[in-house]
């Protein structure tokens, strides 16, 4: 089984969108397919969050939530983890002087 390096969608509840598939709402948490903690490192069994692995997380600092939308919070510390990844998975630090 071949697991993905795109981060999907972990969230606290769900909504049926206008074609009947479900979507993610409440809180919502970046989470790698076949692993079973978010990217931030909450565990999703202990915090009852669902997964949605048909949708990706693609949320940015600037994506501004209305009353409207069914999301109503995107967690932080995974936009920050997940804006970090780069495409091509080198790390996109070096470290200059490394210890022995």
């Known amino acids: 089984m071949r697991m993905s390096s795109a981060p999907a969608v972990a969230a606290s509840s769900e909504e049926t969108g206008p074609d009947g598939v479900r979507e993610p709402a409440g809180e919502v948490h970046a989470w790698l397919p076949g692993q079973n903690q978010t990217v931030c490192g909450l565990p999703l069994s202990r915090t009852r969050l669902r997964r949605f692995p048909h949708v990706r997380f693609e949320y ?41």
């Not at 994506?63 to 790390?91: F, H, N, Q, Y």
Request: with cysteine.
């Open 60 to 100: 940015g600092s600037t994506d501004v939530l209305t009353e409207a939308d069914p999301v109503g919070w995107i967690c932080p510390r995974c936009l920050a983890a997940s804006a970090g990844r780069r495409r091509d998975g080198k790390k996109n630090w070096v470290r200059h002087a490394p210890r022995p």
